[in-house]
């Protein structure tokens, strides 16, 4: 689960096993600012991979088992990654 913070921060909790709470967690009950981005608007937590939008940017982290995140490789990624868009 994640939401975006009054200051554009995203903080998500739950399971994060597979690197969809950011780095610095595999697991949590409270919420846990995710680093690496900011000004976000509006994010989305699915059930191994999360992502968040800024005014500019996509940001995915998380899972990558099927290319999810968009990070052009197969391997999770705890920290977040920026999306190309074309």
Do not use: F, M
């Amino acid at each position: 689960t994640c939401a975006v913070t009054p200051t554009g921060a995203v903080a998500c909790w739950g399971d994060g096993a597979s690197g969809q709470l950011g780095p610095q967690s595999d697991g949590s009950a409270r919420p846990v600012i995710v680093p690496g981005v900011s000004g976000i608007r509006k994010v989305s937590a699915g059930q191994h991979s999360s992502c968040g939008i800024s005014a500019d940017a996509l940001w995915c982290w998380g899972a990558s088992r099927y290319g999810e995140i968009g990070a052009g490789s197969r391997e999770n990624l705890a920290q977040p990654h920026r999306v190309a868009i074309s």
